[in-house]
């Protein structure tokens, strides 16, 4: 029996990593220098600690294999631990996944590996390594350029060497065994406050996203634009199967685009209020996909919080961006309706889209403290290696920071027509301390806190 390690690496640069996010490119969040920013920085990095559900495939696919699978996390300041636990338990292979925002921490453990144990094969796998396959490559005995499970399931391990190119994508998900978190340090699972019971889990329904904002998202370029779907019989197996292995009591649903198709979301939430599930479910998605019967039934089978893509305030930025926007009303009535439910709302929103100015930014971020929001995320906007956005800053050279590292979804990178790199931080930072340290958030915290006491 051949024994696998995954490593994950742990960046020592400032900011909160979260490489799950961004269609598995990762983020860091950084919202600035004042107190109540560290705050809030401390805060994300010790509630929201989300699994690469990669990892789960991975080690269920090679498991199956017969092999046997660990995982190890590992910082670049003293590698003795790992090193010692390599000798110990002798392992063959050694699997990584870089991050776009953190992947020389990932390079220098490759290399300090290797030096060390040159016969053990190193292999990396990922939405960065298949976008920036050159700046990998070198490092590792073998890198995937595309679904890491598809490879796994098609190839032996002993076969993979150099730039292996996957052949298109797992068209039937059903057919991928559920992921293995037993390797992992499953207690750890969090994503607070959005959802605060636990054991927590994340899970995924569907992959590829066909929306026009893929211009700037990385999910149709990491995933594909054709919405490949499990069955809905799949996701309730796999959710009976965590609730049994490990006694789950609430999932994220990493879905790109959740709610694409209604009738798919309705026949979920209905299956689960037959059998009987109980378990607390959260997800990603699009409001003008969405209605108030469904939210209901959705939320009678367990539905608590859903993360909104809303951008901007500005119509005509949206459209700009190739966004397809929302009618305002529309929007306000739903979120309205969620709060009145008792389902949270996590509002995404970019600063520095192409067309904003500190006017346009400033309306943005009165929009998001009008709206009965639980809480909003301020990102920058990032040309982010695959996506056509960033295809076009390259051929224009408009990228004037070249580091990768800092493609991290909260540094202004290029040069914008209307705002300067210190207005976008200053901004940014603006954002999330009038939004979160104002007294209706807090009296808002106070209200939910009194309504979970009584579901």
Known sequence: ME?????????????????????????????GDSYGARILEYLKKANVILPLIEYGYVASILKAKGHKVDYHQESNNDLSFLRNKIKKENYLYILFHPSLVAYKTDVEIARDLKQNFPNIILGAFGPFVSACTKEISDYFDWVAVGEIDKLLMDSALSELKGVCLVNGYVSNLDSLPFPDWKPFDIEKFSYKPMIKKKPFFTMQGSRGCPMSCGYYCPYPSSQGKKWRTRSISSLIE??????????????????????????????????????????????????DSLDKKLLKICYDAGLRSANIGIESEDDDILKANKRKGIAKSFQEDLIDYCYSLGI??????????????????????????????????????????GTP??????????????????????????????????????????????????????????????RELFY
């Not at 049994?244 to 026949?267: G, H, M, P, T």
């Not at 996590?346 to 067309?355: A, E, K, P, Q, V």
């Not at 295809?391 to 991290?408: G, T």
């Open 389 to 450: 956005f960033y295809n076009d800053m390259v051929r224009d050279n408009k990228i004037v920071r070249k580091d990768l590292e800092l493609l991290d979804n909260n540094t202004m990178v290029f040069d914008h027509d209307n705002l300067t790199s210190e207005q976008i931080h200053n901004l940014k930072e603006k954002a999330f301390l009038t939004y979160y340290f104002r007294p209706r958030f807090i009296l808002d915290q106070f209200r939910w806190k009194t």
């Open 238 to 287: 796999e959710i009976k199967s965590l609730q049994q292995k490990y006694n789950a009591r609430a999932i994220l649903f990493r879905d790109a685009y959740f709610s694409l198709k209604k009738d798919r979301v309705q026949e979920f939430a209905e299956k689960l209020i037959e059998e009987n599930i109980n378990i607390e479910w959260g997800c990603e998605t699009r409001l």
């Open 3 to 31: 024994k696998v390690l995954i490593v994950d690496s742990i960046s020592s640069k400032k900011g909160v990593v979260n490489k799950d996010v961004n269609g598995g490119l990762g983020t860091r969040t950084q919202i």
């Open 344 to 385: 949270k709302v996590n509002g995404f929103f970019i600063l520095g889209l192409d067309g904003d100015t500190v006017e346009s930014i400033e309306k943005t971020i009165q929009y998001a403290k009008r709206l009965k929001l639980y809480a909003a995320q301020f990102t920058v906007s990032t040309p982010l290696p």
